[in-house]
């Protein structure tokens, strides 16, 4: 159910409890251990029926499921209908669906509880390179930051003779991110030394709201610890953890409250409410 030939990727379709849903592999590969993501990985599972064709039976609650479906969609943000009182059935669905977190969440002590939300920037400057990793165990994070960093990429030198020229000056192209999994970003800056036939020489980083376009490893990191201590992240703690490539680690904590938002009423509603506020003025006034 991945991408076929380098293609976009395929929608699949889900029957829950007589329901009908459809959506994206990577939707639902979002949290990679769960029963969700294997199903469309091919793991054979016994409460997972496949149909073929992308297709798949869930005997589940299928109103319970869309909560679930929504939650994956919104980078692990959970949008509860106004009056939701089904907290104990849909923790049990996210237990069965293998979303650990959002079990966590619907828990009785997890719905007023802040949790801490880590993040780990590992740093190696080498010949005039930077190197960067992000991990964040909260994925949302992890594509919010990948939002924010554009890699831009240039030309290198041209040769001839043995002598060295400078091309015309070129737009910068942007390039995207490495993403070894939902929680991780990879990148890095600096001069590049490619091999015959590689196209690249130089690599950029500009993180947004900065609008300037980095080199420079150093400055680069400057930039991105001040982003991240202005995003509400503290600095915990500071080590090397290869004292011969002299890898840095910065691990950072944000303390956030539970990712549970109720849908507000409908405009509609709202309005009556505040008329039928009005009127009640009035008629003490009267």
């Given at each position: 159910m991945s991408r076929g030939n380098g293609g976009?990727?395929?929608?699949?379709?889900?029957?829950?409890?007589?329901?009908?849903?459809?959506t994206l592999p990577s939707t639902l590969r979002r949290v990679p251990d769960s029963r969700l993501a294997r199903m469309v990985d091919g793991v054979a599972d016994g409460e997972l029926k496949p149909l073929g064709g992308g297709h798949?039976?869930?005997?589940?609650?299928?109103?319970?499921?869309?909560?679930?479906?929504d939650y994956l969609r919104n980078g692990e943000q959970l949008c509860l209908p106004s009056g939701f009182r089904d907290y104990q059935r849909l923790q049990r669905e996210a237990e069965f669906y293998g979303l650990p977190a959002l079990a966590d969440l619907l828990a009785p002590e997890g719905r007023l509880r802040p949790r801490a939300e880590l993040l780990e920037l590992r740093f190696l400057l080498q010949e005039g390179r930077g190197y960067f990793r992000l991990f964040c165990s909260q994925s949302g994070t992890a594509e919010a930051l990948g939002a924010r960093i554009v890699l831009f990429v240039s030309e290198p030198p041209q040769q001839s003779d043995g002598a060295v020229w400078a091309a015309p000056q070129r737009p910068l192209v942007p390039v995207p991110l490495q993403r070894p999994s939902h929680h991780d970003l990879v990148f890095q800056c600096g001069t590049d030394f490619p091999a015959p036939g590689e196209q690249f020489g130089a690599r950029y980083v500009s993180i947004k709201p900065d609008q300037r376009k980095l080199i420079n490893g150093t400055n680069v990191l400057g930039l991105l610890i001040d982003i991240l201590l202005k995003d509400g992240f503290r600095l915990v703690s500071t080590r090397t953890v290869s004292s011969e490539e002299k890898v840095e680690c910065y691990t950072f904590e944000r303390m956030k409250s539970p990712d549970v938002f109720v849908v507000t009423e409908s405009d509609k509603v709202e309005k009556n409410i505040v008329t039928q506020i009005k009127q009640t003025r009035t008629n003490r006034r009267r």
């Open positions: 976009p990727e395929q929608p699949v379709t889900l029957n829950v409890g007589g329901q009908q849903f459809s798949f039976f869930l005997d589940r609650d299928g109103g319970l499921f869309a909560l679930v479906l």
